[in-house]
């Protein structure tokens, strides 16, 4: 357990590595959310959009706000990295050492979100401090809801991105498509719109596949949009969801492992 | 000092080693184009809002909204062709690459800039630009005669100008400190303002996205002036614009080049 605490501790330095570029990068964050704030005043102010997305103007402005922050937290990046090792033979060091491949990139993952996370949860608290002061229903049981699913959010998007990264074992050059991968994926989860503003089919393919779950799902619980019946299936999902990924993780990992050459290193 | 001639026979062959080197990998291009795509996906989902909600914004409905996002992923298109020039600059400044193209017989700004195009960045902006541009045209019943196609072009070359010099600013400062990543992320995130139309933003924003930092008159001028919208302050401002920025990028260039110490090289 001790060297899952070192690699843990590594994350948090390696996150801070760059302090500057990484609070500029936090702050470019905010460009979208200005965009997206001065469209939804607009179009809350000047049509029956309460009706036609099915979210109040409170909502959905909170929704914009949070969903940029909880998506940066859930956010992987590793995936990469671990092609990288595959393509490279990095992987190597890690095969003969007495530390868990899948692990000791989970505790780095982690390690990585701290600074991330210390930024984020001051600043969240202020925004829904500002949006109960105008009149959000918010309860305790909502604040955990929330922090509970956006835990689970984390170690869903964790699993997800983890089989993606081990693609590496089957496909040559596999970057580019990381980055298509990652760009839909943070559009299926609802890091840029809530998608369930489209309503009918979209709604429903939404609310089974496990994308939302990882930003769109916790959001909805601290804005008051869902209700504890849909907040407790939620839940299910998420964790279905974490268990069907951690299998076709150790699966991958098991074939991948017979394919793997062990070139450079 | 060469000619305008010379210039345009060298761009021939940079057009025509990257067109190579884009067939010469061919999954590679095609695996640029699902990523480009997928940035696609997220402009798109901002028009799609508008039509949901069926409301106009100011004067412009949404099929104008249309042709103006049209525009705006038209323009990505353009930029995204030597953006990655762009990117590389810093680069090249650090491990004193520089050196190789500064004894160059040719202009050094040309020939980093442009040097290498990505056509697979830019193919899918163009076509779905131009097939936007085209349907909200016709949808929003604008004049189509050659004096407003001409304007339309017109302005379409001056936000290509404009786009080019104002957005090599912040990477010429790559001459004075070494780590730009926040930076260029903050300016990069200011290209994405395009995503909806000036009017949005209020009075302010709108002026300062026009006459400060003209963000606006890259993607907004030419939709305006088929509309009739633009005054003759607004098209001189739009025609000069980019001459302005243009000195001052080459201005900015040939003083940051003195700063440059050929290190590491």
């Known amino acids: 357990m001790s060297s899952y605490r070192c690699v843990f501790l590594m994350g948090v330095e390696q996150a801070l590595e760059y302090r500057v570029s990484f609070f500029l990068s936090m702050l470019s964050a905010v460009f979208p959310i200005i965009i997206q704030t001065a469209m939804w005043n607009y179009l809350y102010a000047h049509s029956d959009a309460a009706g036609v997305f099915g979210y109040e103007q409170g909502q959905i402005l909170l929704y914009t706000l949070l969903a940029t922050i909880v998506s940066q937290l859930v956010g992987a990046g590793f995936e990469g990295e671990m092609n990288r090792d595959v393509k490279m033979g990095g992987l190597n060091k890690y095969l003969i050492r007495p530390v868990d491949y899948k692990w000791y990139q989970f505790f780095r993952f982690l390690g990585q979100k701290i600074p991330r996370l210390m930024v984020a949860v001051p600043v969240m608290a202020v925004i829904v401090g500002v949006a109960f002061w105008q009149g959000l229903p918010l309860s305790a049981g909502r604040v955990l809801g929330f922090l509970g699913s956006l835990i689970l959010g984390m170690a869903l998007n964790f699993s997800i991105f983890y089989c993606l990264g081990l693609l590496g074992f089957w496909l040559t050059d596999a970057d580019k498509l990381f980055g298509t991968v990652g760009i839909v994926l943070m559009v299926a989860s609802g890091g840029v719109f809530p998608l369930d503003i489209f309503g009918g089919l979209v709604e429903t393919v939404v609310n089974i596949l496990p994308f939302g779950y990882t930003t769109q799902f916790p959001v909805n619980i601290i804005n008051g949009r869902f209700g504890w019946e849909r907040i407790g299936m939620g839940f299910g999902f998420q964790l279905g969801w974490i268990l069907v990924f951690a299998c076709l993780g150790r699966h991958m990992w098991r074939q991948g492992i017979k394919r793997y050459a062990a070139v450079g290193g | ?265």
């Open chain 2, 1 to 265: 000092m060469r000619g305008l001639g010379y210039y345009c026979r060298l761009m021939g062959v940079f057009v025509k080693y990257s067109l190579m080197s884009a067939l010469e990998y061919r999954a590679n291009f095609i695996a640029g184009m699902t990523v480009e795509m997928g940035w696609m996906i997220i402009k798109l989902l901002y028009v799609a809002i508008i039509y949901k909600a069926g409301t106009s914004i100011g004067i412009l409905t949404p099929d104008h909204i249309l042709l103006f996002v049209g525009t705006y992923i038209f323009m990505t298109g353009i930029f995204m062709l030597y953006f990655g020039n762009f990117n590389a600059l810093p680069g090249m400044i650090q491990q004193g690459e520089l050196d190789l193209y500064i004894v160059k017989p040719v202009s050094l700004q040309f020939l980093v800039t442009m040097r290498r195009l990505e056509f697979a960045y830019m193919l899918p902006n163009l076509v779905a630009g131009t097939v936007m541009i085209v349907t909200g045209w016709r949808l929003a019943g604008l004049p189509a005669d050659p004096f407003f196609v001409a304007g339309f072009l017109f302005f379409l070359v001056c936000g290509c100008l404009l786009s080019y010099s104002l957005f090599l600013l912040p990477y010429l400062l790559a001459f004075w400190i070494v780590s730009l990543g926040g930076i260029v992320d903050i300016a990069n995130a200011m290209w994405d303002f395009n995503n909806m139309p000036s009017m949005i933003y209020g009075k302010w924003g709108r002026r300062i996205g026009t006459y400060v930092l003209p963000i606006f008159v890259i993607t907004n001028f030419p939709g305006l002036f088929l509309m009739g919208e633009l005054g003759l302050g607004a098209c001189l401002w739009g025609a000069g614009a980019p001459v302005l920025f243009f000195i001052i990028s080459r201005r900015l260039w040939k003083m940051a080049l003195k700063k440059y110490s050929s290190a590491s090289s």
